[in-house]
């Protein structure tokens, strides 16, 4: 099960943290993702990170401004989102892949959580 918390209302410019918190299984193995979803638009990939934490991807329009990191003695992911803009306002989920390697396709994830909103105003 995985559970995500943290998203919230911001001004663009702003800051949150979202957490997923992993319960049931052995969350050191695997590999976890973020992606959003905008309304009326697919799911995307955001950033992920791979079961030790030493390989991680970003997306093109977050890279510089979001970190994912993971506490692998806490069975959480986290993603500091920095300096939002409008367009990150979305739907973010938490995902994890059985496999640890992380990977950017949404369907190679085999756990999703229920999502957070996160709406950026501007």
């Known amino acids: 099960q995985l559970v995500e918390s943290g998203g919230g209302l911001v001004q663009a410019g702003g800051s949150l943290r979202l957490s997923c918190a992993a319960s049931?299984?052995?969350?050191?193995?695997?590999?976890m993702g973020w992606f959003r979803q905008a309304a009326g638009k697919e799911r995307e990939f955001v950033a992920v990170?791979?079961?030790?934490?030493?390989?991680?991807y970003y997306a093109d329009s977050v890279k510089g401004r979001f970190a994912i990191s993971r506490d692998n003695a806490k069975n959480t992911v986290y993603l500091q989102m920095n300096s939002l803009k409008p367009e990150g306002a979305a739907v973010y989920y938490c995902?994890?892949?059985?496999?640890?390697?992380?990977?950017?396709?949404?369907?190679?994830?085999?756990?999703w959580g229920q999502g957070t909103q996160v709406t950026v105003s501007s």
């Open positions: 995902a994890a892949r059985a496999r640890g390697i992380a990977v950017v396709l949404p369907s190679l994830y085999d756990y």
């Open positions: 990170i791979n079961w030790s934490g030493g390989t991680t």
């Open positions: 049931g299984r052995t969350f050191s193995n695997y590999a």
